[in-house]
């Protein structure tokens, strides 16, 4: 592991701090925890507005994010955002997933 320096406000240190406790876990994997939580939120997000926006298929937007194309679609209902292909698009994400 790389180690990593950040300063954080004393609320958010104390927050660490008391999921620290009520995990049982020391504050280094508390942080490294919350940190891989909200990367995935990020990372999820970032996929879903790429995906709104057409500029990435659901294949590499599940991919990105470490889902399931079916958890992927699940998502998009999820988020209420329609599904974003024709049927034209749909024969083409099949190819793609058969190449790989």
Do not use: H
Request: aromatic residues 8%; proline residues 3%; glycine residues 4%.
């Amino acid at each position: 592991m790389n180690p990593v320096s950040i300063r954080l406000e004393e609320t958010q240190d104390n927050e660490v701090a008391a999921f620290a406790k009520r995990m049982n876990i020391d504050k280094s994997s508390a942080a490294r925890k919350i940190i891989d939580e909200g990367l995935k939120i990020v990372k999820t997000k970032e996929a879903l507005d790429n995906v709104r926006l057409k500029r990435w298929t659901i294949w590499k937007a599940a991919q990105y994010c470490g889902e399931s194309y079916r958890s992927f679609i699940e998502l998009l209902r999820r988020e209420n955002i329609p599904f974003p292909l024709s049927v034209e698009d749909l024969e083409a994400e099949i190819g793609e997933d058969r190449s790989e």
